[in-house]
């Protein structure tokens, strides 16, 4: 057994509720800051943990999505989230948690209830932390885009997987 597969023992999902947005905000900029230097500049890290708690931006997905949240001894390490029910929408994990297979169990969870909802296609914009684990997941890169967070550019994946 792998240590990613011991890991996933230790880990248990369960349904992200209202009263964790706070933690699911904590949780993204934590894999933000512990993991961005590896694939981004500091302006980009700064640009995009801003994202966490600027009004509006975060809002509708957190709070209108549905999802998981990898939890270990009682922290929430991961979370995932689909918003809309086609889209996968955020897919982050703290820096301590990488590498466990935390995220790949989250993303077979949520395609699982997105196939047992009907849905067929599951779309994503991947970013650099993201795009390996889609590929291996076999999810299709579309294409590449180019977009701008206060002011500062990021190059992310439209990717999509059929179910």
Known sequence: MTK??????????????NLDHLVLREVYTDAIVSQGSVFYSNDQIEAWRGLAFL???????????????????????????????????????????????YATKLLQKIELDAFQEGIT?????????????????????????KIEIASIPFDRFRMLKKL
């Open 55 to 101: 009004p509006g931006v975060l809002d509708k997905p957190i709070e209108d999505g549905k999802g998981w949240l990898a939890v270990k001894q009682n922290q929430v390490e991961a979370f995932g989230l689909r918003y809309p029910s086609d889209r996968l929408a955020l897919l982050y994990c703290r820096g301590r948690s990488m590498r466990k297979g």
């Open 121 to 145: 296609t599951l779309f994503t914009e991947a970013s650099l932390f993201s795009h390996p684990l889609l590929l291996r997941s076999g999810w299709v890169e579309i294409s590449i885009e």
């Open 4 to 17: 990613a597969e011991q890991n996933n023992f230790d880990v248990h999902l369960r349904p992200i509720k």
